[in-house]
């Protein structure tokens, strides 16, 4: 069973910035795939950004440019840089893993089978 806890939430002003992380009770973290959601309440799950195996990226819309996804394999944990915050930004921050979910499916939460709690980042003056 793969366990995976967030860090990093917080308050900060609107043009700032927080890194959160992901951290991965597996010894075989450097297979999965990385997937960042958020949520807010009454909304469904939404992606924000994927790192796979292989490194390569991948981010919505509403966050190039401003967030960075990475990982480090050697420590277990993901991580997500996020600058120039705004106050649509403001959600529940989750972490996803997956070790067989292909290409077209990274978007999309129901295809992760692994999931933390979750950590608050609320973008506020």
């Known amino acids: 069973q793969v366990q995976l806890v967030e860090s990093g939430g917080g308050l900060v002003q609107p043009g700032g910035s927080l890194r959160l992380s992901c951290a991965a009770s597996v010894s075989t973290f450097s297979r999965y795939t990385i997937g960042w959601f958020r949520q807010t309440p009454g909304k469904e799950r939404e992606f924000v950004a994927a790192i796979r195996y292989s490194r390569t990226t991948h981010y919505a819309d509403s966050v190039k440019g401003r967030f960075t996804i990475s990982r480090d394999n050697a420590k277990n944990t993901a991580y997500l840089q996020m600058d120039s915050l705004k106050p649509d930004d403001t959600a529940v921050y989750l972490c996803?893993?997956?070790?067989?979910?292909?290409?077209?499916?990274?978007?999309?939460?129901?295809?992760?089978?692994?999931w933390g709690q979750g950590t608050q980042v609320t973008v506020s003056s």
């Open positions: 996803a893993a997956d070790a067989r979910i292909i290409l077209s499916s990274i978007p999309y939460y129901a295809n992760y089978d692994h």
